[in-house]
C-alpha cells in the first residue's frame, strides 16, 4: 500500500510538472507576435467560411482525445504510421487541417521552428470560438509535437460515439480528467456545426419517446431512411453558425440532433440540471466551456525536451 501511495504522488508530481511548463505568456520572448499571426490567419479563414469555426474547436478535441494535445491527429500516413485522419471518427468528417497548415506557414515565417503544432490548434480553437460569439480565454502554450500519430487508440474507444450513453461519455471524461459538468459545457460546442445522415438517422427512425415529433419530421426530409448518408444538418437548426447556448434549450425540447447530445437531458438524466443552468444561464455556460477548454489542452501535453517542434504539421521531422 505504502508503494501504492508513492507512485501515485509520482505521477501526480510527474503530471503538475508537465502542466506548470504551460502558461499563456510561453511566448512573450521566443515568438511575441505568434498568437496574434495565429489569430489572423484563423479570422482569415472562418471569413471564408463561418462552418470551419465548429470544425477547429471539434480539432482540438479529437487531437486531446487521443493520447493528449500533441498535434498527432495531423500527421499523414506513412509506410510504416497509420494516420489518426484514416480512424473511424476522423474519416471524411475531421476538417480543419489546411487551416492549420496555414496558421503554421504564417507563424514559421515570423518565428521558425518555435511555435508547435499542437498550441496552434489549441490557439486555433480559441480563435473560432471568439469568432462567432463564443469565449476569448488565455490560452496556455508550451507543447510540443507527438512524432507518432495513434489511429489505433483512437479506433479504441478514445474518441466518443454519436449514439453514446450518458455513462459511457462519463467515463471516457473522467479517463482524460474531465468531470460531469465539463463533459456538458464541452458539448455545448455544438451550438455550432453539423452533423452527417449517418450520425443520426437511427434516433430519427426508432420511434423513441425523447425526440420532438416535429423535429424528427423536419429531419427527415433530408436524412431519408436509406441513402444521403453524407447530406449534412446543422446540429442546432436556430443559431447554427453563432456560440450561443441554444443546444441546451434543444435538450430541453427533446431536439438534440444527435443520440449523444440527448442523453444529457431526459429520463432522470445525472446532467439535467446543468443542462437547466445553462438554458438559462448563458454566461455560465460560457465561462464553464472556457474552464473546461482549459482543462481539456492540459491533457497528456508534451513539453520540455519531450517530443519535438515540427517544421510542418503533417509529418515528423
Avoid: W
Avoid at 86 to 108: C, H, M, P, T, Y
Avoid at 178 to 199: E, I, K, M, P, Y
Avoid at 236 to 258: A, C, E, H, I, W
Avoid at 296 to 314: F, P, V
Amino acid at each position: 500500500m505504502a508503494v501504492f501511495k508513492i507512485l501515485v504522488l509520482l505521477l501526480s508530481l510527474s503530471c503538475y510538472c508537465c502542466q506548470a511548463q504551460l502558461s499563456p505568456t510561453f511566448y512573450d520572448q521566443t515568438c511575441p507576435n505568434a498568437l496574434s499571426t495565429i489569430r489572423s490567419s484563423i479570422r482569415t479563414a472562418i471569413s471564408r467560411e463561418r462552418r470551419m469555426a465548429a470544425s477547429l474547436i471539434r480539432l482540438h478535441f479529437h487531437d486531446c482525445f487521443v493520447s493528449g494535445c500533441d498535434a498527432s491527429v495531423m500527421l499523414v500516413a506513412t509506410p510504416t504510421m497509420e494516420s489518426e485522419r484514416d480512424s473511424l471518427a476522423n474519416f471524411q468528417s475531421a476538417r480543419g487541417f489546411e487551416v492549420i497548415d496555414q496558421a503554421k506557414s504564417a507563424v514559421e515565417s515570423v518565428c521558425p521552428g518555435v511555435v508547435s503544432c499542437a498550441d496552434i490548434i489549441a490557439v486555433a480553437a480559441r480563435d473560432a470560438s471568439e469568432y462567432v460569439g463564443g469565449p476569448r480565454y488565455a490560452v496556455k502554450v508550451g507543447r510540443r509535437d507527438s512524432t507518432a500519430a495513434f489511429r489505433a487508440i483512437a479506433d479504441s474507444g478514445d474518441l466518443p460515439s454519436f449514439s453514446a450513453s450518458l455513462d459511457t461519455l462519463s467515463d471516457l471524461f473522467l479517463r482524460k480528467g474531465l468531470n460531469t459538468r465539463d463533459l456538458v459545457a464541452l458539448s455545448g460546442a455544438h451550438t455550432l456545426g453539423q452533423a452527417q445522415c449517418s450520425t443520426f438517422r437511427d434516433r430519427l427512425y426508432d420511434n423513441s419517446s425523447d425526440i420532438d415529433v416535429g423535429f424528427s419530421s423536419t429531419r427527415k426530409r433530408r436524412c431519408p431512411a436509406n441513402g444521403g448518408d453524407t447530406t449534412l444538418a446543422p446540429l442546432d437548426q436556430v443559431t447554427p453558425n453563432s456560440f450561443d447556448n441554444n443546444y441546451y434549450r434543444n435538450l430541453m425540447q427533446k431536439k438534440g440532433l444527435l443520440t449523444s447530445d440527448q442523453v444529457l437531458f431526459g429520463t432522470g438524466a445525472s446532467t439535467e440540471s446543468i443542462v437547466t443552468e445553462y438554458s438559462r444561464n448563458p454566461s455560465r455556460f460560457t465561462s464553464d466551456f472556457a474552464a473546461a477548454m482549459i482543462k481539456m489542452g492540459d491533457i497528456q501535453a508534451l513539453t520540455g525536451s519531450d517530443g519535438q517542434i515540427r517544421r510542418i504539421c503533417s509529418a515528423v521531422n
